[in-house]
Nanobody, 124 residues
Framework: QVQLVESGGGLVQAGGSLRLSCAAS????????MGWFRQAPGKEREFVAV????????DYTDSVKGRFTISRDNAKKTVYLQMNSLKPEDTAVYYC?????????????????WGQGTQVTVSS
């Protein structure tokens, strides 16, 4: 079994920064892609960012490109999401997810394990 635990969420003013972390335990971490998704009230869960197994290849949804950076430390079994220049529309619960294979995907169905989520609130 795999457990994913997110941390680092909170309340921040527009233009501020937060760094989310997601620590994994259980299954092998390094051989799989890791993704971040978010869900705002009344909306579906949406893709934010993904990093492949090697850490060399990443992908982002258009609305966060240039502002967010995903990274991973396979030795620590941890994936990070550095969020800069935050906007009120970034307010959501952020979830990390462990992929079912090594490669990048923006599809929820390509992820087998999910964390419990961490709240990010950006005030205007």
């Amino acid at each position: 079994q795999v457990q994913l635990v997110e941390s680092g969420g909170g309340l921040v003013q527009a233009g501020g920064s937060l760094r989310l972390s997601c620590a994994a335990s259980g299954r092998t971490f390094s051989g799989y892609a890791m993704g971040w998704f978010r869900q705002a009230p009344g909306k579906e869960r949406e893709f934010v960012a993904v990093i492949d197994w090697s850490g060399l290849n990443t992908d982002y949804t258009d609305s966060v490109k240039g502002r967010f950076t995903i990274s991973r430390d396979n030795a620590k079994k941890t994936v990070y999401l550095q969020m800069n220049s935050l906007k009120p529309e970034d307010t959501a619960v952020y979830y990390c997810a462990l992929g079912a294979n090594p490669y990048r995907s923006s599809r929820r169905n390509d992820y087998k394990y999910w964390g419990q989520g961490t709240q990010v609130t950006v005030s205007s």
